[in-house]
């Protein structure tokens, strides 16, 4: 019996896995990787210093706890070269594996920014828990971290590294944080804490190179010729669905690689769930919906061939930022037609996002306001019933 095969062992590919064997516990699993397997939770990641851990102690299994708890093969550091989809085969770099299903939760890529300077090859990206050891490898006490990018990942990592005692200067073209999630009212109560608690903010300039000085310290260069003089460059300015294996193999992809409800991409033999994944029309890179799509998927893949495939719901599933000295609670309009209505009291600010009929489509709730999370979930439509 061919296996079903899994490309990725992040939250995606072990939530997957993990479901499908409550349903399944004889069908052949391999799952494949690029890093070494360990499962943790990637949201940890950014919060690290205040959960008081270090790179190791993330790791919540190790890959052999993992391959035993799940009775499944990983294989680990390998590379997936190419999909052949007639012959439903993935190439690696030294072996071809056949799959009886395939599915693809290997998650996105961090956006490279085009930087000059002899110094832009070591700016830290943090993606994975291997990115994230080599950059606790060169913090220092009192490190002075320049972070280029002013999102949800960028804002997180300055709250966390901020009340640890390091510096933290941060740059960004937007005019104010989170501006691609909140309004502005918002981001300025974020940007407002988090200056407060020391981060230089250097906004509305966008970073357009990074050069080692004499001094050992690496100089940002900011579109108006400022520089931000740094002992480590972390670059946070989002991420992309990975989808060019996926469109190389002649799979539908838009903003992540196309998946209806059921999870089936254009081939009827592949699935794909997680941060390369649009389902729906909805590309929503965050742990609430992969694990309702993990669900759904693990019990689609264990039905019978006559079974009717499960078919994802999104209910209210808000995004929590974890700003712990400004907290933000936010979720997207449903419907973007529509304004924005702000209260804001300092750092505090109600925002809600309605229609022409003045019906709610979207909220964002900051400090002290997030008390007020399950009143506005319960008023706020669903993504997808």
């Given at each position: 019996m061919d296996p079903i095969i899994i490309i990725g062992t992040g939250l995606a590919g072990y939530s997957v896995a993990r479901e499908f064997r409550k349903h399944d516990t004889a069908t052949p699993v391999v799952l494949i990787t690029r890093d070494d397997g360990a499962s943790y939770y990637k949201p940890d990641i950014s919060e690290a210093h205040a959960k008081d851990k270090g790179a190791p102690e993330l790791v919540q299994k190790t890959v052999e706890e993992m391959?035993?708890?799940?009775d499944v093969t990983v294989r680990t550091h390998e590379q997936v070269e190419a999909i052949d989809r007639e012959a439903?085969?993935?190439q690696l770099a030294s072996e071809t594996l056949t799959y009886s299903r395939l599915v693809l939760a290997w998650g996105a890529d961090p956006i490279v920014l085009n930087l000059a300077g002899d110094a832009a090859?070591?700016?830290?990206?943090?993606?994975?828990l291997m990115d994230y050891r080599a950059f606790r490898d060169n913090l220092e006490?009192?490190?002075?971290?320049a972070i280029l990018g002013a999102g949800l990942i960028g804002c997180e990592f300055a709250n966390d590294l901020i009340q640890y005692g390091y510096k933290v200067?941060?740059?960004?073209?937007?005019?104010?944080?989170?501006?691609?999630l909140v309004p502005k009212a918002a981001g300025e109560a974020v940007r407002t804490a988090l200056a407060h608690a020391g981060v230089d903010w250097h906004l509305g300039h966008a970073a357009t190179g990074v050069h080692q000085g004499d001094d050992d310290r690496y100089h940002v260069v900011l579109d108006d010729?400022?520089?931000?003089?740094?002992d480590v460059v972390l670059s946070a300015v989002g991420l992309r669905a990975g989808t060019a294996l996926a469109e190389a193999a002649g799979l539908e992809v838009d903003r992540g690689i196309v998946v209806d409800r059921t999870l089936v991409t254009s081939d009827p033999d592949i699935y794909a769930l997680g941060d390369c994944a649009e389902v729906d029309g909805h590309w929503r890179p965050y742990v609430g919906p992969l694990m309702q799509c993990a669900r759904v998927l693990g019990k689609t893949l264990a039905a019978g061939a006559d079974d009717e495939p499960g078919r994802v719901k999104y209910p209210t599933l808000p995004i929590i930022i974890k700003t712990h000295v400004c907290p933000v609670i936010v979720y997207p309009p449903v419907d973007p037609h529509g304004e924005w209505q702000i209260e804001r009291d300092g750092t505090a600010v109600e925002g809600r996002f309605v229609d022409g009929d003045g019906r709610l489509q979207g909220f964002v709730l900051t400090g002290e306001a997030t008390q007020k999370r399950r009143d506005y979930i319960k008023e706020a439509p669903s993504l997808l019933d």
């Open positions: 391959a035993a708890m799940l439903h085969q993935v090859d070591r700016v830290h990206k943090v993606n994975n006490a009192g490190s002075h971290v200067s941060v740059a960004d073209p937007a005019d104010w944080p989170l501006a691609q010729d400022s520089q931000i003089n740094a």
